[in-house]
């Protein structure tokens, strides 16, 4: 039983390898990145309309990586700024016109974002609690923490996708709405590797945990 124990720790490891070798050759390919991205403003305001922010041209945008002097600097330096990335506000007073169901899912996934957080706190607090009361009674891997463990790094997976496919649909309508202009942004969607990868170690390191209270309670049975 110990060996297939550690047969089953070494393709967890493996699969856990394998899973950070793909993510390593989508940020290569500029799929994935590690960079936080700003979401959506003002929806629905009532003295605005529709407003949402929008960042990163489109490399084929005639302001992509554009070379601007920066003054004041001291007489020895010179020194210019290029633009790969801005800030812009998009706005409409006509709401009835922009029936656009994306930017509801916007809506609905930052909702779920700010909800997946809050829950994954309030899962940190009682899984640190729950530890200590489990280390206090020599019982240091029972099973409600391993299911709390496994419910944080799902959320955390969940909440990751949720923000990039809100980023990705917000950028889309941008698109299709600055299509013509100077300022049209990247639309690619893009994951971000930092959270999936914390999100996919804490998944990983609670089925070692299982895989180690099991071991121990077979150590146990055995004496």
């Not at 809506?107 to 640190?128: G, P």
């Amino acid at each position: 039983m110990k060996n297939n124990n550690i047969a089953r720790v070494r393709v967890l490891y493996g699969l856990f390898a394998g899973i950070l070798l793909i993510c390593l050759g989508l940020f290569v390919c500029n799929v994935i990145s590690a960079e936080d991205r700003p979401q959506m403003a003002d929806l629905m305001s009532p003295n605005k309309g529709v407003t949402f922010a929008i960042t990163d041209l489109h490399s084929s945008a005639p302001l992509y990586l554009q070379e601007q002097p920066v003054d004041g600097t001291p007489a020895h330096v010179t020194a210019h700024a290029h633009i790969n990335r801005f800030d812009v506000d998009i706005n409409t007073q006509d709401v009835d016109n922009l029936p656009d169901s994306r930017l509801i899912w916007v809506l609905v996934l930052q909702v779920f974002e700010v909800l997946s957080l809050v829950a994954v706190l309030v899962l940190v607090v009682i899984a640190l609690w729950s530890f200590y009361r489990s280390a206090k009674h020599g019982r240091v891997f029972p099973a409600r923490n391993v299911s709390l463990l496994m419910a944080i790094g799902f959320l955390l997976l969940a909440m990751s996708l949720s923000m990039d496919t809100s980023t990705y649909l917000e950028r889309r309508v941008a698109y299709d709405l600055l299509q013509g202009t100077q300022w049209v942004p990247e639309a690619h969607y893009t994951l971000h590797f930092i959270r999936i990868f914390f999100g996919m170690t804490i998944i990983f390191l609670a089925q070692i945990i299982k895989i180690g209270r099991e071991m121990q309670e077979e150590q146990e049975l055995t004496i």
